[in-house]
Structures are given as structure tokens and as C-alpha cells.
């Protein structure tokens, strides 16, 4: 993480540098294509261009991912709530008051609604509920009558101040971990000299895969001269861009560490960790519950902002203008 964290941060900086390397020509109005484009001619200025719009549209497709499934357990967490239902998630999990569980062990396809119910009373309307309140059928669709209008909004400076708000999600997250951590406690094996259904290696021939995911995660390398151009002190945008990196990295290492290190291991695996860490905790865990709506929130102001973002930079490019 440290490493990868210097790394794109070094490659931003050039970027961040790169317009005003370029002698007697106004640069002010340049985004990175432009710059590429007169370095390397139109294949630099298209390739770019492609690469900058693939990593947009996947970053746009992985939050209406997490915010879907974000929406949908806060829907579940309301409706058992209101109906008083005492609900048994079908899949391994600890006992006690901090449960942990582990959807992956339910099998290859692990539920969406389905759950053991003990209730006194009609079960139709469950079932109505699990029939319009599906994670992937239904509540993404949802998501549209919400995000349509964002999106189409010219100025992206509301969501830029809006988004600080999002700085609260981030402070509840690293709460929420460190009280989680403080109540499980650390699960950690040292002994390598006896065998261990538990053991996890330090060295796996598939970490190359865990610096994928750390470039896609610090990558704003595409969009940050968008982002920077509005700032009223230029001169600190060096600075600025150090800070970020440094408590983004920091806060990547803080929960990383901290969730494995007190993932109940035994009785689970450190494999059923799930790639959105709040999926072990059960649905009806009240803490989970508000950092998903915190969550839900801060993605639901950032995805207009990454929208506004590829429709600048794709229509600049073609048109010559933002709005043609």
C-alpha cells in the first residue's frame, strides 16, 4: 500500500506539473489529453482519452455496485425493523453479541433475501418484499429515478463541496472498525512450525493482484487538473495533493490491517473475508446499518461528480466544447 501510494503519487504530481512544462502557449484551459496531444500528436491525445474513459466507466460501475448493495441492506434492516422479524441468516457465522459471519461459505451462489424467519403471521408479505427488494434485479434499477437528475446537472462545484461531508463517512468507517476490532480482538497465528487448517501464508503468487486494485483505488491521475483548476491557491496544489495521498493511504492501511487482524479466526477462515468487509456482519447489525447509509450517502454525491467528469472530458475532446 505504501508503496503503491508513492508510486501513483509521484505519477499525479507529473501529471499535476505537466501543463506548465509546455513553453509560449496558454495551458490554462489544457486537460491531460491536450497535454498528451502535443507531446505524442493525436494518437497520445485518443489514447489517453481511452484509457481515461474505461477507468471513469469502471469506477462508475463498481459504486452502483457497492451503492446497490449499500441500498439494499438498509432496505432489509428497515423492513425487519418495522415488522419485528426475527431474522436467521442462512450462512456460518460466531456466536455472541458480535456476530461475524461468512456468505461465501453458503456456497457458490450465496443467498440475496432468503433468510429463516420465526414470526407469528402472514409470510405473503415477505414475499412480496423479496420479489421488489432484490439486490441485483430490482434495487439497482431504483438507483436511476435518484442519480438521473444528478447527473445531468452542468456545475460540478455543488457536489465538490458537498462531497466534504463525505469526510464524516470516512470517520465513522475507521470507528466503526476500531470497535468492532476492540470487541473481537486479534486473531492472528504465529506459529509456522505446526499445521494449521487456519494458517494463512505471508507470500501468495497472486499478490500482484492486490497492486491492480491499489492503482484503480489511488488512480485520479485522468481528472485531476479538473479538479485542481478551480482551487483559489494553485500554488498549494502540490501540497494538497500530498495530503490527500497520505490520508487516503492511511486510512486504506488502518482498516486493511485492523479487519484482518481481528477477523475471529478460528472459527472462520481468513478466506471468508468478503471484498466488501461490511457483508460479514450480520444484516440486522445496527452499526453496519449506519455506515452503509453514511456510505450510501458519500457515493450518491461522488457518482454525478464522476459522471460530470467523463461528459467533460469525452465531449471536450470531440466537440472542442464541454456543452456543444
Known amino acids: 500500500i505504501l508503496l503503491m501510494g508513492i508510486l501513483t503519487l509521484y505519477c499525479c504530481y507529473r501529471v499535476v506539473k505537466s501543463r506548465k512544462m509546455i513553453p509560449l502557449i496558454d495551458t490554462s484551459n489544457w486537460e491531460f489529453p491536450d497535454v498528451c496531444k502535443y507531446y505524442f500528436g493525436s494518437f497520445g491525445q485518443w489514447s489517453s482519452l481511452l484509457f481515461s474513459m474505461v477507468s471513469l466507466v469502471g469506477a462508475m460501475v463498481v459504486y452502483w455496485v457497492l451503492m446497490s448493495n449499500f441500498l ?5 434492516f428497515i423492513y425487519n425493523f418495522v415488522h419485528g422479524i426475527n431474522v436467521t441468516d442462512i450462512v456460518p457465522g460466531t456466536n455472541g453479541s458480535n456476530k461475524v459471519i461468512c456468505p461465501s461459505a453458503a456456497g457458490s451462489h450465496p ?24 439486490k441485483s434485479q430490482t434495487v439497482p434499477f431504483y438507483l436511476i429515478a435518484v442519480l438521473l437528475p444528478l447527473l445531468n446537472l452542468k456545475s460540478p462545484s455543488f457536489f465538490a463541496k458537498f462531497n466534504v461531508l463525505g469526510t464524516v463517512s470516512v470517520v465513522y468507517l475507521v470507528f466503526l472498525v476500531t470497535v468492532k476490532a476492540a470487541h473481537l480482538g486479534i486473531h492472528l497465528e504465529y506459529n509456522w512450525f505446526t499445521e494449521n487448517d487456519f494458517f494463512v501464508p505471508e507470500f501468495r503468487i497472486l499478490f500482484p493482484q492486490l497492486t491492480g486494485i491499489l492503482t484503480l483505488a489511488f488512480f485520479i491521475h485522468n481528472c485531476v487538473i479538473t479538479l485542481l483548476q478551480n482551487n483559489r491557491n494553485q500554488e498549494n496544489n502540490v501540497r494538497d495533493l500530498s495530503i490527500a495521498y497520505f490520508l487516503v493511504g492511511l486510512t486504506y492501511l488502518y482498516v486493511g490491517v485492523i479487519i484482518f487482524a481481528s477477523f475471529p479466526s478460528p472459527p472462520l477462515s481468513k478466506e471468508c473475508i468478503e471484498q466488501n468487509f461490511l457483508d460479514n456482519f450480520p444484516s440486522d447489525d445496527i452499526m453496519s446499518f449506519v455506515a452503509r447509509i453514511f456510505l450510501l450517502f458519500q457515493m450518491m454525491t461522488v457518482y454525478p461528480l464522476l459522471g460530470y467528469l467523463a461528459r467533460v472530458q469525452l465531449l471536450r475532446q470531440l466537440f472542442g466544447n464541454a456543452y456543444p
Open 72 to 76: 439494499f441492506n438498509t432496505g432489509k
Open 111 to 134: 443467498p440475496q433475501n432468503r433468510s429463516v424467519m420465526f414470526f407469528s403471521g402472514n409470510s405473503t408479505g415477505f414475499e412480496l418484499f423479496e420479489e421488489w427488494w432484490n
